[in-house]
């Protein structure tokens, strides 16, 4: 009776966690292969890569001797930008809200934040990084997204000022 109450319980245990433990090897050799493509992709344009930051949305790499960017999207086939900084006149981060119906006064919420990497001359945006959409189920918190926007606003900003 002890041995069968002790197999039934391990068989539980298994049917639980079983998946769990799949979802997170899944998940670990996705990241696995997102950093060897950003890492390929930054090999064949010579670049080391100082930073990097893997994300559900977009894969971004930064090389800070060659003032260049590279920005990969895996959502569409793992297209990917490599953006000269030296190029870049100002970067900033552009966050969207909406008033909070029946909440108190000037109360909003957060519905998109994105990086934008603007060029003088002629003024046009370059490049958009969103890091957050309301209506993109892939995003995590808004509140997160944009201390990482703010992260790599910053390690943008010292590659520019440089």
Do not use: C
Not at 68 to 93: A, G, H, R
Not at 114 to 125: A, T, V
Not at 129 to 141: G, H, K, P, V
Not at 146 to 157: C, S
Request: proline share 3%; glycine share 2%; net charge negative.
């Amino acid at each position: 009776m002890e041995n069968a109450s002790v197999a039934i319980g391990i068989v539980l245990l298994l049917v639980f966690i079983g998946p769990i433990l799949y979802l997170i090897f899944r998940q670990s050799a996705k990241e696995k292969l997102h950093v060897s493509s950003l890492k390929k992709i930054s090999t064949d344009h010579q670049m080391q890569l100082d930073d990097m930051e893997i994300n559900n949305l977009f894969l971004l790499g930064i090389d800070n001797n060659a003032k260049k960017l590279i920005i990969v999207e895996p959502q569409k086939n793992m297209e990917f930008n490599v953006i000269d900084l030296n190029n870049i006149n100002e970067s900033y981060i552009s966050k969207k809200t909406i008033p909070v119906p029946g909440a108190t006064k000037n109360r909003t919420a957060v519905t998109h934040i994105s990086l934008e990497l603007i060029k003088n001359n002629p003024k046009q945006r370059v490049s958009e990084i969103t890091f957050y959409d309301e209506d993109d189920n892939a995003s995590l918190s808004a509140e997160s997204q944009l201390f990482l926007a703010n992260k790599w606003n910053d390690l943008i900003q010292r590659n520019l000022s440089a």
